[in-house]
């Protein structure tokens, strides 16, 4: 039966009136034990809460609280004078009414702050003392939800006032409800404001409270992006490095099971719940995207997602993943035969992209003649890959480099960290660096349909990546546990 506009209008008004009514009951109960017990809960793990996630002084497990603080700090260095930097927590995500998707925070906020919750704006302000005082305050605020007993019965405990204070050691902290009231206060002396809008559009209702002229101010003088912090982020401290090398060794040995259990007639949804299931077996939040799990042809589709096929005797299996470990990514990507053994034509293409593969890792590797960026590895490695498809006769010496690209046609890597792309928006051509994390992930992906190409290599799909953290002296494979030459494969799964 379909339900009108006016039974819902109408449900809904119903269900809103029930709800205060219970809520104002529910207040008038338990105010006085929730204000001593659950309000006092920080609302995620602590070191005496979870001491087997965190060590003392830590906030999130690996980073610790000192570290949090030195990275605002470090932000409000590099901002420019009389500007304000807005970072709210992600915004709740709904899969249907009342049934939420599992909550990841915003990456920027995470970086600085370490909270994992919603509902959440970290300002940074950096200001004038005053007209008579040519020296720059440097503040930082926290705002979070005003405590809700009602809300922590059904959600638990979330972060207040002072636990901002205590636990995150931000000494200024107030109620959310208070942020257009500091705002209006603080934009006519903020010529630059950092505020990207799309992170959160329930804290931008909550600036619809501000005069129309401070709204006008806010958006004339907004700038969607923060790339100085974007910059900072791309450098990895040690403790990043340390939850990177274990992102990555979770998913390495996962893959490795992965392959093992692999055969002729496998389905791909198979392997795609499998390897969500060794990662957080061996300790992972999550996935750090949909895993792709390809077979035959559908290799040659980049993103694939569906994970709906099964795995043909003689067919190759493409897996592309990467999980999530105390906030941090892998990414990486194997090719392997369903059963075991590559066939010719298969060992020919593979070893095409693994020699690729290796060469733009050497270079990487080589500290004193490094290659400088993301951009010069592409250019090096679409030379390459022509080479060697010349001399497989798939392409002729004439060929035209939008071909080339039709059989190469994604960026040789990325930078890797909180985010997958961390950051997407960052240039290619950005000089490497020691603490940074890049992926390497040439591939070559011929159409099924292409007759042009010889028959023997049609339909074949192949990419293999790893993570790569660069060194002072060189470079670390932190991914090198998935076995990636032929031998290495086939023997592998001849052990099962």
Not at 69 to 96: C, G, H, I, T, Y
Not at 480 to 495: H, Y
Request: net charge neutral; glycine share 6%.
């Amino acid at each position: 039966m379909l339900l009108g506009t006016t039974s819902i209008r109408h449900c809904k008004s119903v269900a809103n009136s029930l709800l205060c009514l219970n809520k104002n009951l529910f207040q008038r109960t338990v105010q006085t034990s929730a204000s001593s017990s659950s309000l006092q809960g920080v609302g995620q793990p602590t070191p005496e809460t979870h001491p087997h996630l965190l060590s003392p002084g830590e906030i999130s497990p690996g980073i610790a609280a000192t570290e949090f603080k030195k990275r605002r700090q470090d932000l409000l260095k590099v901002l420019p004078n009389n500007s304000l930097a807005l970072f709210p927590a992600a915004s709740e995500k709904f899969m249907s009414v009342d049934v939420p998707y599992p909550y990841r925070q915003s990456s920027d906020l995470f970086y600085l702050t370490g909270l994992t919750q919603p509902n959440a704006v970290l300002v940074l302000d950096k200001s004038q003392i005053s007209t008579n005082d040519s020296r720059y305050e440097e503040k930082e605020y926290l705002f979070v939800p005003k405590g809700d007993p009602f809300k922590e019965t059904w959600d638990g405990a979330s972060c207040g006032v002072e636990q901002a204070q205590q636990f995150f050691g931000i000494a200024q902290a107030d109620i959310l409800d208070n942020l257009s009231k500091f705002l209006s206060s603080r934009l006519k002396h903020s010529p630059q404001i950092y505020f990207d809008l799309s992170v959160n559009p329930s804290i931008n209702f909550l600036l619809r409270e501000l005069p129309e002229s401070d709204i006008k101010t806010l958006l004339s003088c907004r700038k969607h992006t923060c790339t100085e912090l974007l910059l900072q982020r791309l450098v990895k401290s040690t403790s990043e490095q340390r939850l990177m090398q274990q992102s990555a060794g979770i998913l390495a040995d996962s893959m490795v099971d992965c392959m093992r259990k692999s055969h002729g007639g496998v389905r791909e949804s198979f392997l795609a719940a499998h390897i969500e299931y060794e990662c957080k077996k061996r300790g992972a939040e999550r996935m750090s995207f949909p895993p792709v799990v390809a077979s035959g042809y559908h290799c040659n589709t980049l993103h694939y997602l569906q994970n709906s096929d099964v795995a043909k005797d003689g067919d190759l299996i493409l897996m592309d993943a990467g999980c999530e470990f105390h906030g941090y990514c892998s990414d990486v990507t194997r090719t392997w035969p369903a059963n075991g053994h590559f066939s010719e034509p298969q060992r020919q293409l593979y070893q095409v992209v693994l020699d690729v593969h290796n060469k733009c890792i050497d270079m990487v590797k080589q500290s004193q003649q490094r290659v400088t960026s993301l951009e010069a590895i592409h250019i090096l490695a679409s030379r390459w890959i022509q080479q060697g498809l010349e001399k497989l006769g798939i392409i002729s010496q004439s060929s035209s480099q939008e071909i080339i690209g039709s059989l190469f046609p994604h960026a040789i890597g990325h930078f890797l960290g909180l985010d997958v792309h961390d950051t997407h928006i960052l240039e290619k051509n950005l000089t490497l660096k020691p603490g940074m994390v890049i992926t390497i992930e040439p591939g070559v992906y011929i159409p099924r349909n292409d007759r042009s190409i010889p028959e023997r290599f049609r339909g074949i799909g192949i990419r293999i990546e790893d993570d790569i953290l660069i060194t002072q002296d060189g470079a670390v494979v932190l991914s090198e546990k998935v076995p990636k030459q032929v031998a290495e494969i086939e023997l592998l799964m001849r052990t099962k």
